[in-house]
C-alpha cells in the first residue's frame, strides 16, 4: 500500500483542485556498503543513511496536518519509504503496511499520482525525495535496489530526475513542485560510466508546458546533502519551516507561501544552520512561476541579534521588545539572541553594563521572513 490518504483510491477527489503528493524516502540500500544484500559491483562510495525515513514522515506528516490551501485542499499522498532494520517498527507505528521505495513500487507509484494530478489544471503536484542522489549531466536518484549486481543495467534502479521533471510537462497540472532531498556528488565511477541514464518516469513534447515548475535541491551540483543521524535533513527542517511562514510574503492581508519566496527563503534558512552546525551546507533552486503553495495564515522570522565583533558581544545584554513580548540575552547567555518571532516592528536595545562600549538603541528594527541580522554596534 503508497496510498496513505485518503485511505481507499475511490475516496480521491479528482473533480475539484487538489494538491496530490509523491513522497519518497530511501533509507535502507541492501546493495550499498552496510547492507543486507549481495553487494554492488560498482557501490559508488554509498552506504547507509538513517535521514530519509525521518525526513520523508516529517513530510507526510506536515502534508496530513499543517498544509492550508483555501482553493486547492489535500487530495492525495502516494508514500513509499525504505527503513533500516532498526527503524522499521517506527515506520510500521506511524503508517502500517508502506511499500518499499523500490524501483517497481516507485514507477507504479508514479503512475498514480501523477494521473491524480493530471485530472485537473488546476492542481498542485508535489514531490518530495530523500535517500542517495548523484549528478553527473542530470539528477539521479536511486531507489532501494539499486547497484543490484543480477540487474545487468546498474541504472536501472535509479530515476533519472532531470528528464522525468521536463517529462511532468505533459502532466495537466499547472502547478508543480519538487524537492530534491539528496546529494548531488559526481564520483569518478559514474564520471567514468558511458551508458549511465536512470529511468525517466514521464515523456513529454517539445510543445508541452506547465505555468510554475519549481525545483528546489538539498545541495548546489557537486555538493553534499547533511541532516543529523536519526533524524529530519536540514534541508527538510528548512522546507517544513519555510513552508509554515519563513518563506511567507503579505498579500491582501494573509500570509502565503509561494514558488518564489520558497526560493528566497530556504537559501537563507540554510546559511543559518550552516553557521549554527558549523557545516559546508549548500542548496539551490530553479523557479519559473510565482503560484501559491501554502496559506499559513502567519509569517515568522528568524531573527538573530548580535554585535559586529565577539569581543563585544561578551560584555552586552540583547534586548528584543514588541509589545508585550520581550526576548532577553544577557550577559553570561549565549550570542547571538535566536528567536523565532512575528514579522513586523521591534525595538533592539544593546546595553553594555560594564561601560566597556557605548549602549545602542532602542532601535526600531523591521523584521522580515526568512531571516533579520543585526544591528550594527558597536
Not at 510574503?249 to 528566497?264: N, Q
Request: hydrophobic fraction near 40%.
Amino acid at each position: 500500500m503508497s496510498l496513505i490518504y485518503p485511505s481507499k483510491a475511490a475516496d480521491v477527489e479528482l473533480a475539484q483542485p487538489r494538491l496530490h503528493a509523491f513522497v519518497i524516502g530511501v533509507a535502507n540500500y541492501p546493495h550499498m556498503k552496510g547492507g543486507a544484500g549481495a553487494p554492488a559491483l560498482t557501490p559508488l562510495g554509498l552506504g547507509q543513511v538513517t535521514t530519509p525515513l525521518w525526513t520523508s514522515l516529517a513530510i507526510v506528516n506536515w502534508l496530513m496536518k499543517d498544509y492550508t490551501h483555501p482553493d486547492k485542499s489535500l487530495g492525495s499522498i502516494e508514500f513509499v519509504a525504505s527503513a533500516g532494520p532498526a527503524d522499521v517498527v517506527e515506520l510500521n507505528k506511524a503508517y502500517a503496511g508502506v511499500e518499499p521505495a523500490t524501483m517497481v513500487n516507485i514507477v507504479d507509484a508514479f503512475e498514480r499520482w501523477q494521473k491524480r494530478c493530471a485530472s485537473n489544471p488546476d492542481n498542485i503536484a508535489f514531490f518530495y525525495f530523500c535517500g542517495h542522489g548523484l549528478q553527473k549531466a542530470e539528477q539521479y536518484l536511486l531507489a532501494e535496489d539499486f547497484g543490484d549486481p543480477a540487474v545487468a543495467n546498474a541504472w536501472k534502479n535509479s530515476i533519472n530526475f532531470s528528464a522525468t521533471q521536463v517529462g511532468m510537462r505533459a502532466c495537466a497540472a499547472q502547478t508543480q513542485f519538487y524537492f530534491v532531498d539528496a546529494c548531488r556528488e559526481l564520483p569518478f565511477a559514474l564520471l567514468n560510466a558511458i551508458s549511465a541514464n536512470g529511468q525517466t518516469l514521464m515523456s513529454a513534447s517539445v510543445g508541452d508546458s506547465v505555468n510554475c515548475s519549481a525545483v528546489y535541491y538539498a545541495a548546489a551540483k557537486g555538493a553534499k546533502a547533511h541532516g543529523p543521524r536519526g533524524g529530519v535533513s536540514y534541508f527538510g527542517q528548512a522546507v517544513i519551516g519555510c513552508l509554515e511562514g519563513l518563506a511567507g510574503i503579505s498579500h491582501r492581508g494573509r500570509w502565503i507561501v509561494t514558488a518564489a519566496s520558497l526560493s528566497k527563503s530556504i537559501p537563507e534558512v540554510i546559511e543559518h544552520y550552516k553557521k549554527l552546525y558549523k557545516l559546508h551546507l549548500t542548496c539551490n533552486s530553479d523557479v519559473t512561476g510565482l503560484e501559491t503553495i501554502n496559506v499559513p495564515g502567519v509569517g515568522h522570522v528568524i531573527a538573530l541579534i548580535d554585535c559586529t565583533t565577539a569581543a563585544a558581544s561578551t560584555h552586552a545584554v540583547i534586548k528584543m521588545t514588541r509589545k508585550n513580548i520581550v526576548y532577553l540575552s544577557g550577559l553570561a547567555d549565549p550570542k547571538p539572541l535566536v528567536q523565532i518571532v512575528e514579522p513586523g516592528d521591534w525595538e533592539v536595545t544593546v546595553t553594555f553594563p560594564s561601560g566597556a562600549y557605548p549602549d545602542h538603541g532602542p532601535e526600531t528594527c523591521v523584521l522580515s521572513p526568512a531571516t533579520f541580522v543585526g544591528v550594527n554596534t558597536p
